[in-house]
Antibody, heavy 123, light 108 residues
Framework: EVQLVESGGVVVQPGGSLRLSCAAS????????MHWVRQAPGKGLEWVSL????????YYADSVKGRFTISRDNSKNSLYLQMNSLRTEDTALYYC????????????????WGQGTLVTVSS | SSELTQDPAVSVALGQTVRITCQGD??????ASWYQQKPGQAPVLVIY???NRPSGIPDRFSGSSSGNTASLTITGAQAEDEADYYC???????????FGGGTKLTVL
């Protein structure tokens, strides 16, 4: 069974730092691009970042660029998100998701998703 | 602001057909994918690519695309289909990903 389990979410003060982890199992982890997606309380989904299978390519949403860093350790089947200079608007449930894509016009899709880990930025 | 636009809420009578739409310039170049999210649960992929359903997704769910608009159609909506639905695709650069704002589907 393909499974993604996030951890590391806590309450942190504005300006603080946090590292989220996502443990993957049930599939060949280093075959896939991985993503972080977040959802603020009562709000919609917001894509945060992606990392290619080998870590060679990373992309970020404008809202987190320069503050968050995505990484992976394929030897540990793990995905990470280092979050610095946290703001109250970063409060959200953070999901990791396995990314799939088709060449050309096929787009990109996420399957499966983890259950999420809650990050609360508050003083 | 999202580069993909969805209606905030749609309703459908039990057993009837409903179409949920997603608009954005990037959809002229890339197919959208669709996710169902029920309260307190993680999103679940229901449609991807041109019109593909993952294993376990009922065939009453289908997808289509025309110009800058992608659509998710539920033919014969069931009570258990009541949920939030999100579209996503690549952004105009092709390197990043965007989500629509979501559509809350109510089954009457």
């Amino acid at each position: 069974e393909v499974q993604l389990v996030e951890s590391g979410g806590v309450v942190v003060q504005p300006g603080g730092s946090l590292r989220l982890s996502c443990a993957a199992s049930g599939f060949t982890f280093d075959d896939y691009t991985m993503h972080w997606v977040r959802q603020a309380p009562g709000k919609g989904l917001e894509w945060v970042s992606l990392i290619s299978w080998d870590g060679g390519s990373t992309y970020y949403a404008d809202s987190v660029k320069g503050r968050f860093t995505i990484s992976r350790d394929n030897s540990k089947n793990s995905l990470y998100l280092q979050m610095n200079s946290l703001r109250t608007e970063d409060t959200a449930l953070y999901y990791c998701a396995k990314g799939l894509a088709a060449a050309g016009t096929g787009g990109v899709w996420f399957d499966p998703w983890g259950q999420g880990t809650l990050v609360t930025v508050s003083s | 602001s999202s580069e993909l636009t969805q209606d905030p809420a749609v309703s459908v009578a039990l057993g009837q057909t409903v179409r949920i739409t997603c608009q954005g310039d990037s959809l002229r170049s890339y197919y959208a994918s669709w996710y169902q999210q029920k309260p307190g649960q993680a999103p679940v992929l229901v449609i991807y690519g041109k019109n593909n359903r993952p294993s376990g997704i009922p065939d009453r769910f289908s997808g289509s695309s025309s110009g800058n608009t992608a659509s998710l159609t539920i033919t014969g909506a069931q009570a258990e289909d009541e949920a939030d639905y999100y579209c996503n695709s690549r952004d105009s650069s092709g390197n990043r990903v965007v989500f629509g704002g979501g559509t809350k589907l109510t089954v009457l």
